[in-house]
């Protein structure tokens, strides 16, 4: 039977990386390639009612055992796209057999290396299997990691002398770093009664405290003239934009914030002096606070406008996602639940507030309770990215438990 990570290594293989400049659901081919495989492997393994919809949502459901009928049906997602930060094609994993704690050299030539000093998380493997990248792209631990520990557990479920298991349901879902994973997700015809994202972090991680989201796109209209006479007639679109960033909080940035702490994100500026576009990401934990950021950014706007002439600036704000607590306070029944099956598997549950958010975060909102759990999976969307072995094999564990283990009246 085939192990977790023999999955991922297969699932990574095939170029996921979703592209918000596409409007197409899922956004990118890759994504409807992966969710083909695994749409025919979930029924080569014998999981019923498996369907790929129209948007590349991917769904399927396995029946109790006899006498667990009346049990609650527990859904476990994961998502099958990766960010676009990182290249994700052509990826290279390599197995770090038996880690020494000591700096890997990801790649020489690039100066690429992971080191204790920068990742103080690294020696805790000491004597682990991890997989790493080369260096040049990200790895895919995010989400592929759960993907893999999903189908794992559940082929181990369906196996003949399988111990025995309350009803539960299948997703995997495309445009989740973009933040489109739960646009068409069918929570009805999911029927679980709650579910759990299957979604990174260490061994041990139960996550129900997401930011609240918005995404906020700035476009700064300039008056381009030759530089030879532009003195009192050019307006510098780009140094405009680089004004209304100076507006901000400065220290208020994802490098200079932590736990509760709320943020401002630049995630990408363009243009000239005619028109320049930045993009960003608004997020704090508490909601009042996260309205507050949002008035102040179309303050900022309001400003610029006042300053050099209406319409100069065009500001929209966007809600993406909420603060899942804000549900989940009612329902710490299924966040209990992890809990017991961790312990169960000998794991001290970890909880804190994600510094982001998951498919969870609006599917809670949506009527589905949904908690994240660990992956085994560190430093996603970059080329540090790195995910280990063992820890695939704990997750596995866990999601059996999850689904094995009686529920509480």
Do not use: W
Request: glycine share 10%.
């Amino acid at each position: 039977m085939e192990q977790a990570y023999e999955r991922f290594l297969r699932y990574i293989a095939i170029d996921t990386t979703s592209d918000e400049q596409f409007p197409s659901c899922p956004s990118t081919p890759g994504q409807l390639e992966l969710a083909r495989l695994l749409a025919d492997e979930m029924r080569q393994m014998g999981v019923s009612n498996v369907r790929l919809d129209e948007f590349g949502y991917v769904y399927g459901f396995v029946p109790a055992s006899p006498g667990r009928e009346d049990d609650p049906v527990i859904g476990l997602i994961s998502h099958m796209d990766t960010s676009n930060a990182m290249p994700g094609a052509n990826i290279k994993p390599r197995i770090v057999k038996n880690y020494d704690g000591g700096v890997i050299v990801l790649n020489e030539e690039k100066g690429v290396a992971l080191s204790p000093a920068e990742f103080d998380f690294l020696p805790q493997y000491a004597g682990k299997d991890l997989i790493v990248t080369d260096g040049t792209t990200l790895l895919g631990a995010d989400d592929k990691a759960g993907i893999a520990e999903i189908l794992t557990a559940a082929q181990q479920l369906l196996a003949p002398g399988a111990p025995s298991h309350g009803p539960f349901a299948i997703a995997f879902t495309p445009d989740e770093e973009i933040g489109r994973g739960a646009d068409h997700f069918d929570v009805a015809g999911f029927g679980a009664a709650y579910a759990y994202t299957l979604d990174g972090g260490a061994v041990g991680e139960i996550e129900y405290e997401t930011f609240n989201a918005a995404a906020g796109r700035v476009v700064v209209h300039g008056v381009s003239i030759h530089p030879g006479s532009a003195r009192g007639k050019m307006k510098n679109s780009i140094l405009m934009g680089m004004e209304f960033q100076q507006l901000l909080p400065v220290f208020e940035n994802p490098a200079c914030t932590d736990g509760y702490e709320g943020f401002f994100h630049l995630t990408g500026m363009s243009g000239n002096e005619e028109r320049t576009e930045l993009h960003y990401i608004i997020r704090d934990h508490d909601r009042e606070k996260f309205n507050r950021r949002k008035a102040l950014f179309e303050a900022a706007g309001r400003f610029m406008n006042e300053k050099y002439g209406l319409g100069t600036v065009e500001l929209t704000v966007t809600d993406t996602y909420y603060n899942m607590q804000e549900v989940l306070k009612d329902r710490m029944d299924v966040v209990d639940r992890a809990r017991r099956a961790m312990e169960a598997c000998g794991i001290t549950p970890v909880s804190m507030p994600v510094r982001g958010g998951t498919d969870g975060s609006r599917l809670s909102f949506m009527g589905l309770p949904c908690p994240n759990l660990f992956t085994g999976g560190h430093n996603g969307h970059g080329r540090h990215e790195l995910v280990c072995m063992q820890s695939m094999d704990t997750a596995v564990q866990v999601i059996k438990q999850l689904l094995t283990m009686p529920h509480e009246e």
